[in-house]
Nanobody, 121 residues
Framework: QVQLVESGGGLVRTGGSLRLSCAAS????????IGWFRQAPGKEREGVSC????????YYGDAVKGRFTASRDNAKNAVYLQMNSLKPEDTAVYYC??????????????RGKGTRVTVSS
């Protein structure tokens, strides 16, 4: 059974940092691409980052490039999202998700319940 559990969200001021974690189980993380997505109230879902397992490439959405860093620890079955220089527009619920593919498809076939990030101005 595929399970993804996000943690690490919270309230932070503009310019601050947070580190999100995603605990994965029920599949082989080392063979699977994992993405981070976010959804703000009244807005469409947005792809934040994706780590491919095939070649290790990491992709970022334009809005977070240079500020967010995604990483994975296959030994711990965990994926992380380090978020720096946070802005109010980063406020959203953040999800980790996978399509159980080795490459990034930006699909959310499986996702966790999300963790809320609020950035105050």
């Amino acid at each position: 059974q595929v399970q993804l559990v996000e943690s690490g969200g919270g309230l932070v001021r503009t310019g601050g940092s947070l580190r999100l974690s995603c605990a994965a189980s029920g599949f082989s993380l080392d063979a699977t691409a994992i993405g981070w997505f976010r959804q703000a109230p009244g807005k469409e879902r947005e792809g934040v980052s994706c780590i491919s397992s095939r070649n290790g490439d990491i992709y970022y959405g334009d809005a977070v490039k240079g500020r967010f860093t995604a990483s994975r620890d296959n030994a711990k079955n965990a994926v992380y999202l380090q978020m720096n220089s946070l802005k109010p527009e980063d406020t959203a619920v953040y999800y980790c998700a996978t399509a159980l593919a080795s490459v990034c498809t930006w699909a959310m076939d499986y996702r966790g319940k999300g963790t809320r990030v609020t950035v105050s101005s």
